[in-house]
């Protein structure tokens, strides 16, 4: 795999082996959403640590041990949890979104590449966020 910087300047792979769970796992798209669903369904961590991590420490944040959490109101006016955790390294943008309760889970894996004349900058976040929205708007 090659990442990129801007345009086409490649940019050099950095060598993660001894990261542990901090941007060292090398993954596919398929195994991050088959990770996130997994871990929804209580697979991986106990209900309690499941809980725990994904329950804010305080009103005043959205950031619970190192997950983004909130409610998306879809086009129906209904509310779903949903947690977000997002990553990067040189050259390359992820993002994991859970709807827990709904059942959905969204990764995308991107290279980075800044933006081209006249195309607007899509993120890993943005298309996670989109997407949930259309299949949260879709459900009965």
Known sequence: MTPYSTGDQEIPLENNDWKTLGGGIDSNVYDL?????????????TRT????????PDTL??????????????AKSRDHRV??????????????????????TIA?????????SGKPLQNPTTLTRDI???MLNALP
């Open 108 to 116: 995308v894996l991107m290279n980075d590449r800044s933006q081209e």
């Open 132 to 134: 949930g929205a259309l």
């Open 33 to 45: 959403a088959r990770f996130g669903d997994r871990l929804a369904a209580g697979g991986v961590l």
């Open 61 to 74: 944040s959205a950031y619970a041990y190192g997950w983004d959490t909130g409610i998306h109101t879809d």
């Open 83 to 104: 947690v977000a955790k997002g990553g990067s390294q040189s050259g390359v943008l992820s993002h994991l979104r859970v709807y827990p309760d709904a059942g959905i």
């Open 49 to 56: 640590s499941l809980t725990t991590m994904w329950t804010k």
